[in-house]
T-cell receptor
Framework: KQEVTQIPAALSVPEGENLVLNCSFT??????LQWFRQDPGKGLTSLLL?????REQTSGRLNASLDKSSGRSTLYIAASQPGDSATYLC??????????FGEGTQLTVNP | DGGITQSPKYLFRKEGQNVTLSCEQN?????MYWYRQDPGQGLRLIYY???????QKGDIAEGYSVSREKKESFPLTVTSAQKNPTAFYLC????????????FGEGSRLTVL
């Protein structure tokens, strides 16, 4: 059974810090890896999607990497802001258009 | 304005009642999904549909039913057979042939009294 694990479960940092969120997956037959943001009581917003043939994707202050051999993905957030406070989830797509989600990392950026 | 609309946003139900959650999309996406999210947990797949008039069970389909009579609509019925229905329900879509990116609605929170 494929599993996705996110560490840490919660993270609190001062504004301006660079930070890294981690995502581990067990199924190496990966199609893509997606990172999402979820604000309290809201749906998920797609941040970055990395295809299995890619190693990283960047969008503004966000950079996501994918290492299939080690079963890891990281989401790097540069110069964090209070508005970045949210829960960040990663999800692995293997086959049949089905995603397996991690439990998320709850990020708090303090002014 | 393109997007995914879920309704109602909040719903209360007495034990033993069925309830239907609506999901409508105008993105012209073929595939639609229903996920359940419990506090502090990731999303779990209930049902998905990749084409009209066809759908498949996800990982936790017991106690739920769906239909896909139109491309734009994928309603989810939470039946009285669902033992623990209180949760946050999320509908999502992705277009066939695209990169696989998922788009989500704003969710429906169901509380069983």
């Amino acid at each position: 059974k494929q599993e996705v694990t996110q560490i840490p479960a919660a993270l609190s940092v001062p504004e301006g810090e660079n930070l890294v969120l981690n995502c581990s997956f067990t199924d190496s037959a990966i199609y893509n890896l997606q990172w999402f943001r979820q604000d309290p009581g809201k749906g998920l917003t797609s941040l970055l999607l990395i295809q299995s043939s890619q190693r990283e994707q960047t969008s503004g202050r966000l950079n996501a990497s994918l290492d299939k051999s080690s079963g890891r993905s990281t989401l790097y957030i540069a110069a964090s802001q209070p508005g970045d406070s949210a829960t960040y989830l990663c999800a692995e797509e293997t086959s049949g258009s089905r995603l397996t989600f991690g439990e998320g990392t709850q990020l708090t950026v303090n002014p | 304005d393109g997007g995914i609309t879920q309704s109602p946003k909040y719903l209360f139900r007495k034990e033993g009642q069925n309830v239907t959650l609506s999901c409508e999309q105008n993105l012209n996406h073929d595939a639609m999904y229903w996920y359940r999210q419990d506090p502090g947990q990731g999303l779990r797949l209930i049902y998905y549909s990749q084409i009209v008039n066809d759908f498949q069970k996800g990982d936790i389909a017991e106690g739920y039913s769906v239909s896909r009579e139109k491309k734009e609509s994928f309603p989810l019925t939470v039946t009285s057979a669902q033992k623990n229905p209180t949760a946050f329900y999320l509908c999502a879509t992705t277009g066939v042939g695209n990169t696989g990116e998922l788009f989500f609605g704003e969710g429906s929170r169901l509380t069983v009294l």
